[in-house]
């Protein structure tokens, strides 16, 4: 069975960091991509970043560049969301997600991806 949990998500002063973290299990997470997104409230969801299997990155939000990187390790079964210098505008809940159906690259296109985590909640405030 697919799953895909999320953590370490809190509270956190503007200019702050946080490290998010997706365990994946059900598949083997070497071949494939993981996606990292994001939801505000009373906002569509939206892609942050993905990381291939083979390390590539791809940034589905081009503002978030240089504050926030995506990286894997295959031999814990989990991809991280390294976030830095937060905004208050990055609050949301931030979910992980794989497209098992389009494989090891990150896909374009949000609707390929297939199976989701719960989400954990990221609040940025003073």
């Known amino acids: 069975q697919v799953q895909l949990v999320e953590s370490g998500g809190g509270l956190v002063q503007p200019g702050g960091s946080l490290r998010l973290s997706c365990a994946a299990s059900?598949?083997?997470?070497?071949?494939?991509?993981i996606g990292w997104f994001r939801q505000a409230p009373e906002k569509e969801r939206e892609g942050v970043s993905c990381i291939s299997s083979s390390d590539g990155s791809l940034n589905y939000l081009d503002s978030l560049k240089g504050r926030f990187t995506i990286s894997r390790d295959n031999a814990k079964n989990t991809v991280y969301l390294q976030m830095n210098s937060l905004k208050p505008e990055d609050t949301a809940v931030y979910y992980c997600a794989v497209p098992l159906r389009y494989g090891s690259r990150c896909p374009h296109l949000l609707s390929f991806y297939d199976y989701w985590g719960q989400g954990t909640q990221v609040t940025v405030s003073s």
């Open positions: 059900g598949f083997t997470l070497d071949y494939y991509a």
